[in-house]
């Protein structure tokens, strides 16, 4: 069974960080892109960063230098380090895995983070 499961999310001032991690069974972690994407209140969901496989890294443009992503294939864990939050980075945090070309995209349930003051 597929699981992804984010932890990490919270309350966190202005300028603060956070740091998210998905926990990933069921499948060949290694073999899938991993990515975050987030929800603000009242908005359509964000892509947000993305490693590959082969741990190449992509970030949009409003977090890049802010945010870190990584991933550690021997714990099937990824993780995106947050810092210098701001009151828009509010959102719910999902954990997404892709792989192409088996078709696969499976989702977490998400962890809520805060940047207020």
């Known amino acids: 069974q597929v699981q992804l499961v984010e932890s990490g999310g919270g309350l966190a001032q202005p300028g603060g960080s956070l740091r998210l991690s998905c926990a990933a069974s069921g499948f060949t972690f290694s073999s899938y892109a991993m990515s975050w994407a987030r929800q603000a209140p009242g908005k359509g969901l964000e892509w947000v960063s993305e490693?590959?496989?082969?741990?190449?890294?992509f970030y949009v443009d409003r977090v890049k230098g802010r945010f870190t992503i990584s991933r550690n294939n021997g714990e099937n864990t990824v993780l995106l380090q947050m810092n210098s939050l701001k009151p828009e980075d509010t959102a719910v945090y999902y954990c997404?895995?892709?792989?192409?070309?088996?078709?696969?995209?499976?989702w977490g349930q998400g962890t809520q983070v805060t940047v207020s003051s």
């Open positions: 490693i590959s496989s082969g741990g190449n890294t």
């Open positions: 997404r895995a892709t792989d192409l070309d088996v078709r696969a995209d499976y």
